[in-house]
């Protein structure tokens, strides 16, 4: 279960924001590759984070301290509570494997199962809000963290496409950053490059099967 230090929460200037994602693309590509859109958006959110290296980035004290390591923690919620286990290096997996790992981990989370190796190393992380139906959330910063991705349950909407209104299968997803390691520059860059990637049929595409 994770332990949330109140004292640490307090500490850090956590920020929010927000897009909503024209899922088309990612409704299509997940029939296409026969998965569920959720290790196609944890593919995304590493692939993204590669290449915005503050997303991975933590404040050490009084100053940045970056790391390369791309490695998604995924809240899973179980019978004991909230448990956040990481999927190490998930920037070199294919979305097979980030599917298989999904689904061990979860498991195991369940169970009671995981080892300790399962629940250190996270760099950033990600909260599938959508699976119990929330259309947003604003997630708390998981330890050792200063990105937490909230991924909302897709569903139709009203979207303008063309200069008409049409309906759409759409989330929302919304970034919680701590604001001494991203600015809201920064994030929006990141969180725009995210959403053009899971709108993107060709981007999507060229994600390692």
Partial sequence: MIAVNLERQAAIP???TFRTVDCSALQAFRVEVGISPLPIVLAAVARTASQHPLLTAVWGGDQLLPRSEVSVGLAVDTDRGLV????????TKTLAEIAEDIGRLAEAARSGSLAPEDLTGATIAVSNTGSYG???GTPILSPGTSVTLAFGVIQDRALVVDDAVVARPAATISLTFDHRVLDGAAAGRALTDLVA?????????????
């Fill in 84 to 91: 956040v286990p990481v999927l190490h290096d998930a920037d």
């Fill in 197 to 209: 990637l899971l709108q993107s049929a060709e981007r999507l595409g060229e994600l390692p099967r």
């Fill in 134 to 136: 929330s259309e947003a």
């Fill in 14 to 16: 956590q920020v929010t």
